[in-house]
């Protein structure tokens, strides 16, 4: 939790984190590029990459949330300040995680670099995560320039957070997140089943979300218009950064539009982060989630499994608290 919270703040710039320290603790997704001659078909470039990524442990959520508090001799009580049941500081987004290069292969010659492609509006998203199909040289380059950065916020309530509670806000945490390593979203799709006070959902916005925020004060469903898969699809390209955040509360559906992404690739390929509130049966969840308790059929570690098989697409898979 400590390296977590370090990640969060300075993220693959914290030059004080050393690599051993970070793969003893984190997990790690892995990316190859290949380029190849598209007559010859010879390959005459192989990029290997390491990015990491918080692991699969525990309850999924930030322990300090939920279980009993632990002797100071063996948890500085430090690690507490901010330990409420909202919390997000065990999120490892990709802006922030560190990454190595393994080998990379130009023409007969091994090297040990990288070049991250960029642009001056979104220098900090890294190639891996928005460029996941082949491409010509000259695609790449369109698509490079054209690329967009998409939040889909699926149970968004308001932008600052629900009833006044700002730990659970998700857009304002995504948009401070993303912010704080100069990337700027360029559309933000927010469904919130719950009717909203409209005119303080908009007056939360900051001013430069407001012009490329959209509220569709309507649930989502597994089906038709209102399928967020629909109109992810109609809007975003597979060179764009897709994040996608789902809690619904809704177990039935959220499965449901989980299997979708897992079972076809022409959603799956649009996504590169995916947050997901995984409701399954473990006690220490009881007295939260109360009267969905009882419909609850996965386990713990179904929830595992779930999110390695995301993880495996190619999809940074996240719990959501």
């Given at each position: 939790m400590?390296?977590?919270?370090?990640?969060?703040k300075?993220?693959?710039?914290?030059?004080s984190?050393?690599q051993?320290q970070?793969?003893d603790?984190?997990?790690?997704?892995?990316?190859?590029?290949?380029?190849?001659?598209?007559?010859?078909?010879?390959?005459?470039?192989?990029?290997?990459?390491?990015?990491?990524?918080?692991?699969?442990?525990?309850?999924s959520?930030?322990?300090?949330?939920?279980?009993?508090?632990?002797?100071?001799?063996?948890?500085?009580?430090?690690?507490?300040?901010?330990?409420?049941?909202?919390?997000?500081?065990?999120?490892?987004?990709?802006?922030s995680?560190?990454?190595?290069t393994?080998?990379?292969l130009?023409?007969?010659?091994?090297?040990?670099?990288i070049?991250?492609?960029?642009?001056?509006?979104?220098?900090?998203?890294?190639?891996?995560?928005?460029?996941?199909?082949?491409?010509?040289?000259?695609?790449?380059?369109?698509n490079?320039?054209?690329?967009?950065?998409?939040?889909?916020?699926?149970?968004?309530?308001?932008?600052g957070?629900?009833?006044?509670?700002?730990?659970?806000?998700?857009?304002?945490?995504f948009?401070?997140?993303?912010?704080?390593?100069?990337?700027?979203?360029?559309?933000?799709?927010?469904?919130?089943?719950?009717?909203?006070?409209?005119?303080?959902?908009?007056?939360?916005?900051?001013?430069?979300?407001?012009?490329?925020y959209?509220?569709i004060?309507?649930?989502?469903?597994?089906?038709?218009?209102?399928?967020?898969?629909?109109?992810?699809?109609?809007?975003?390209?597979t060179?764009d950064?897709?994040?996608?955040?789902?809690?619904?509360?809704?177990?039935?559906?959220?499965?449901?539009?989980?299997?979708?992404i897992?079972?076809d690739?022409?959603i799956?390929?649009?996504i590169?982060?995916?947050?997901?509130e995984?409701?399954?049966?473990?006690?220490?969840?009881?007295?939260?989630?109360?009267?969905?308790?009882?419909?609850?059929?996965?386990?713990?570690?179904?929830?595992y499994?779930?999110?390695?098989?995301?993880r495996?697409?190619?999809?940074?898979?996240?719990?959501?608290?």
């Amino acid at each position: 939790m400590q390296l977590l919270s370090v990640l969060q703040k300075s993220g693959r710039y914290n030059t004080s984190v050393t690599q051993p320290q970070i793969d003893d603790i984190l997990s790690t997704m892995y990316y190859r590029y290949e380029c190849m001659n598209i007559d010859t078909f010879v390959t005459s470039e192989i990029v290997e990459v390491s990015h990491s990524i918080e692991p699969l442990i525990g309850l999924s959520r930030d322990p300090f949330s939920i279980c009993p508090h632990l002797n100071t001799s063996v948890v500085p009580p430090s690690l507490y300040d901010g330990a409420d049941l909202q919390s997000k500081r065990f999120i490892l987004l990709s802006v922030s995680a560190p990454f190595y290069t393994h080998t990379v292969l130009q023409g007969s010659r091994l090297l040990n670099e990288i070049s991250i492609i960029s642009d001056n509006n979104n220098k900090n998203v890294l190639p891996w995560m928005y460029q996941r199909l082949a491409h010509t040289d000259i695609e790449m380059e369109i698509n490079i320039g054209n690329r967009k950065i998409i939040l889909f916020d699926l149970g968004s309530s308001c932008f600052g957070g629900w009833e006044k509670d700002d730990t659970a806000a998700a857009g304002k945490w995504f948009y401070e997140y993303y912010k704080r390593f100069n990337v700027k979203f360029d559309r933000i799709i927010a469904f919130e089943f719950s009717l909203l006070n409209q005119h303080d959902a908009w007056e939360q916005l900051p001013s430069d979300v407001f012009p490329i925020y959209t509220l569709i004060n309507v649930g989502v469903t597994e089906s038709g218009k209102f399928n967020p898969w629909v109109m992810l699809q109609t809007i975003a390209q597979t060179s764009d950064h897709v994040v996608v955040k789902l809690d619904i509360d809704t177990s039935a559906l959220e499965n449901t539009l989980i299997k979708q992404i897992l079972t076809d690739p022409s959603i799956h390929i649009l996504i590169d982060e995916l947050l997901f509130e995984h409701h399954v049966t473990v006690n220490e969840m009881i007295p939260y989630w109360g009267d969905m308790w009882d419909s609850l059929n996965d386990s713990l570690k179904d929830s595992y499994i779930l999110f390695k098989k995301l993880r495996q697409l190619g999809i940074r898979a996240h719990s959501w608290p």
